[in-house]
T-cell receptor, first 116, second 112 residues
Framework: AQKVTQAQTEISVVEKEDVTLDCVYE???????LFWYKQPPSGELVFLIR??????QNEISGRYSWNFQKSTSSFNFTITASQVVDSAVYFC?????????????FGDGTTLTVKP | NAGVMQNPRHLVRRRGQEARLRCSPM?????VYWYRQLPEEGLKFMVY????????ESGMPKERFSAEFPKEGPSILRIQQVVRGDSAAYFC??????????FGSGTRLTVV
């Protein structure tokens, strides 16, 4: 069975601080996908990134960066120089490959509050 | 290229009424997934459908809930005789069949 653990329930930082959101996953599949989503107070789910299990390259997109390490089954997300608009709930998710790729297992989310 | 369209965005029902939630997948996507997000929780998988077929309904409550994805038209998640515990956000995602999925904006159901 697949499982995603986001151990940090809530994080509070002051604007301009860097913050890392942790995600640890479990799966028996050799091919899988990992995702991060942002859910702002308005409630929609905003896609941030998708990585497949064969691509361990870290990725940077503006102030966002992701560190994927298969050896520790982790897919951590760092926001550099955080801003108030980053305040949201962030979800890490895992899905299988193939025709069941849309069946995702989500973590319970990390609520990030960025204070001015 | 429109994304996954869900309607209504907000739905209020009295206890005992029926709720119908609609999801139109992205163009070219024939796989639809429904998820439920209870207050203060993460998203939980409910059901996976392809056109006219339910593929996996392992996350669906055994009673009152049903889903369909007809040959023509949107996918429908139906909740009969709603109770207060059904109040949640219901998200739909669609996929072309492999590799990724795209989520809609969700329907927030409130049962009063």
């Amino acid at each position: 069975a697949q499982k995603v653990t986001q151990a940090q329930t809530e994080i509070s930082v002051v604007e301009k601080e860097d913050v890392t959101l942790d995600c640890v996953y479990e799966t028996r599949d050799t091919t899988y996908y990992l995702f991060w989503y942002k859910q702002p107070p308005s409630g929609e789910l905003v896609f941030l990134i998708r990585r497949n299990s064969f691509d361990e390259q870290n990725e940077i997109s503006g102030r966002y960066s992701w560190n994927f390490q298969k050896s520790t089954s982790s897919f951590n997300f760092t926001i550099t120089a955080s801003q108030v608009v980053d305040s949201a709930v962030y979800f890490c998710a895992l899905s299988e490959d193939g025709t069941n790729a849309g069946k995702s297992t989500f973590g319970d989310g990390t609520t990030l509050t960025v204070k001015p | 290229n429109a994304g996954v369209m869900q309607n209504p965005r907000h739905l209020v029902r009295r206890r005992g009424q029926e709720a119908r939630l609609r999801c139109s997948p992205m163009k070219g996507h024939s796989h639809v997934y429904w998820y439920r997000q209870l207050p203060e929780e993460g998203l939980k998988f409910m059901v996976y459908l392809q056109k006219e077929n339910i593929i996996d309904e392992s996350g669906m409550p055994k009673e009152r809930f049903s889903a369909e994805f007809p040959k023509e038209g949107p996918s429908i998640l139906r909740i009969q005789q709603v109770v207060r515990g059904d109040s949640a956000a219901y998200f739909c995602a669609s996929s072309p069949g492999a590799g990724y999925n795209t989520f809609g904006s969700g329907t927030r159901l409130t049962v009063v």
